[in-house]
């Protein structure tokens, strides 16, 4: 009853007209970012997170919103009409969008991409509204060894969710885990990695990691494209014509797929988003291959089918309700956005975790109502009244779009501390993060590990000094019992018995 | 051998990998001479950065072995990372000068920078003036949205002062 009390105060906060312009606004940023292929939602608020140090912490926190939304969603519009998904989450509708487009049905897969979208955001929020008060509760009941055991677990299922790239995976959160290691100590007056370098003593902001990660990286590897690779995509973009009634699928397609394909879709992407590291685009393959092995026509499947249109766009936007869970109850981002929420938070003094979810409820309601109303009312309205322009607006000139993400990024991460060596800091962070990114390391498990790294160490040294040192502890706690045993679990589904089936078939031949 | 050549040879997973086992080299015998693991029964700043570093080294080795075993190497292409460099030596420059001839001079010098990077077409002759109204236009709206909307101090050079 206290946290229904909690949501609607959140929504009458929410449409304070004040604050819902930053909602609005929050959506035609993330749409933008999500729809020009290179530009991402975590990268739209990796860009805003700067900004958010003179905004009120409401504001910011429903602008977040609105971009993740429209992020997530925007991805399919390129996605569908050039085969160029404008976000990674939007991968598998370009599979069956593009090949509907070809066969002059893509308005019909716009339609179905904006509706399972809408029904993935909104019931996702639904279920993250009800979800996360219940997550914060089991929180509480955690102690310090549990947590370590918590924060082991999410280290190994962002590892593992890398699929084919569980090295790399590895070695991406161990450098992020190593950068936060430099600095004062977390429980000591003592510094360390400084090399003897003054400006190192405070260690590495968060912000430097997140802009150089997300930003200089995306610079970087912008830069190799030539203009004519870009301008040949853009004339493709300009030659596609939408109209309005294109956004609005038609009630025999939604009766054909089938409802239970959408609740499907909406369970499996807030679970995927639960978990740490998988995000939109593992959700929307899970949910598409879901949906072809239930599939009355599988063989339809990578022809152009609604059907895994309405999967995967459903999922990858239920991932948003899902990925504030963890990162709201324990502290915990479901994927890098939600890392980037969670630097928002940590920016303006708050600490998530259970004690955010019951002392300070009201700062964090109105993001639940911003997540709902931009699903279900944005969402579909935006689409209605601008949705044929926004084609026009993903081909803006590179020129203009890069050298001002340059310039953002760069003033951004000076103005957190009014340090060129910030800014140092975040080149060469971005510089290392190009690198990876071009021999397939997950940049997000750098970023992850890079946040989650000070509570995993302060938790461990606590849980051994509780302990007299003895690392036996882990093993008699419940709680750590519990997320060793959740360990253990998904490392064998995830890492041993997927072997085990890769093996099979070969040994069959 | 050419460079060319050799550049071909080299595979990226081994070098990255070597330049990883490099660098945690570093990073281990930094803890080291920091502080000892355990001191007088407590747990040292050290002791957690030290099993952080051997798991590196245990994945760097890993990633060293397969980058051995790949056959094929993915030679550099040279024009392709030519432009990230220029990149990243533009914005180092930037950094450098920031502080000292403030944020207009710097800014605006770094934006038509990187215009002409990402304009590579033969008719650039004619877009001088364009890009000139597109930097200072860029410059102007950051500097309004930083300076007035957000209220943030950008500073305008200590060479000016």
């Known amino acids: ?509 | 051998m050419t460079k060319k050549k050799i550049l071909e040879k080299i595979n990226p997973t081994t070098l990255l990998s070597i330049i990883l086992i490099i660098a945690n080299s570093i990073y281990f015998i930094e803890g080291i001479r920091t502080a000892p693991l355990i001191k007088n029964d407590e747990i040292g700043i050290t002791f957690f950065p030290f099993f952080v570093s051997l798991l590196l080294f245990i994945t760097a080795g890993c990633l060293l072995y397969t980058g051995m075993r790949e056959k094929t190497s993915t030679s550099f292409s040279l024009f392709k990372i030519s432009r990230p460099i220029v990149i990243i030596v533009t914005t180092l420059i930037y950094v450098a000068i920031f502080k000292k001839v403030g944020y207009f001079l710097s800014s605006i010098l770094y934006v038509f920078s990187l215009m002409l990077l990402f304009d590579d077409q033969k008719d650039l002759k004619n877009k001088k003036l364009l890009n000139i109204i597109f930097t200072i236009g860029i410059v102007l709206i950051i500097y309004l949205l930083y300076q007035k909307v957000f209220g943030v101090r950008l500073p305008i050079g200590e060479v000016f002062l």
């Open chain 1, 1 to 509: 009853m206290e946290n229904l009390t909690g949501i609607i105060q959140g929504f009458v906060t929410l449409f304070d007209p004040g604050v819902f312009i930053y909602v609005v606004l929050g959506f035609f940023v993330g749409t933008f970012f999500g729809a020009v292929p290179g530009l991402t939602a975590t990268l739209a608020i990796a860009l805003i997170l700067p900004m958010t140090y003179s905004m009120d912490i409401v504001n910011a926190l429903v602008m977040c919103m609105g971009i993740y939304m429209a992020g997530m969603y925007a991805g399919s519009i390129t996605a569908i009409t050039i085969n160029i998904p404008g976000a990674p989450s939007a991968m598998m509708t370009a599979i069956e969008g593009n090949k509907m487009m070809q066969k002059g049905q893509g308005a019909k897969a716009l339609g179905q991409a904006a509706f399972a979208s809408m029904i993935g955001g909104t019931v996702g929020s639904i279920l993250l509204m009800l979800a996360a008060p219940l997550a914060a509760k089991l929180a509480l009941l955690i102690r310090t060894p549990g947590k370590f055991s918590l924060i082991l677990f999410s280290f190994v299922v962002v590892v593992l969710a890398q699929r084919k790239t569980v090295i790399k995976g590895a070695i991406a959160t161990i450098l992020g885990i190593m950068l936060a290691t430099i600095g004062i100590d977390i429980m000591r007056a003592a510094s360390r990695f400084t090399f003897g370098i003054d400006a190192l003593v405070q260690g590495i902001d968060l912000m430097p990691v997140i802009i150089g990660t997300f930003a200089i990286s995306e610079l970087l590897i912008q830069s190799e494209k030539s203009s004519s690779e870009y301008q040949l995509a853009n004339k493709d973009i300009l030659n596609q014509k939408i109209k309005r009634k294109d956004f609005l699928p038609s009630i025999k397609d939604i009766k054909e797929i089938g409802i239970m394909t959408y609740i499907k879709g909406t369970l499996i992407g807030f679970f995927v988003g639960v978990l740490p590291g998988a995000g939109g685009s593992v959700a929307a393959f899970i949910s598409y291959s879901e949906a072809m092995r239930s599939s009355k026509n599988p063989d339809k499947f990578g022809t152009g089918t609604l059907e895994g249109i309405a999967a995967a766009e459903s999922a990858n936007n239920a991932v948003c309700g899902g990925a504030m869970v963890p990162m709201l109850a324990f502290g915990i981002p479901g994927d890098s956005v939600a890392a980037i929420v969670l630097g928002v938070l940590i920016i303006n003094g708050l600490q998530p975790g259970p004690r955010l979810m019951t002392t300070q409820f009201h700062l964090v309601a109105p993001m639940f109502a911003a997540l709902f109303v931009s699903a279900l009312i944005i969402l579909p309205l935006t689409l209605y009244l601008l949705g044929p322009y926004f084609i026009k607006i993903v081909s803006i000139n590179r020129k203009i779009l890069y050298s001002s993400i340059a310039l953002v990024a760069l003033v951004g991460s000076y103005v957190s501390t009014y340090s060129s060596f910030q800014m140092l800091v975040t080149l060469i962070i971005g510089v290392i993060a190009y690198v990876l990114r071009k021999q397939d390391f997950p940049t997000v498990s750098l970023l992850l590990g890079f946040i989650l790294a000070p509570l995993f160490e302060k938790y461990l040294r606590r849980s051994l000094y509780i302990s007299d040192g003895s690392p036996l502890i882990f093993l008699t706690e419940w709680d750590s019992i519990f997320f060793l045993i959740l360990t253990a679990v998904f490392y064998y589904f995830l890492a041993i018995r997927k072997t085990i089936e890769v093996k099979t078939p070969k040994k069959s031949n």
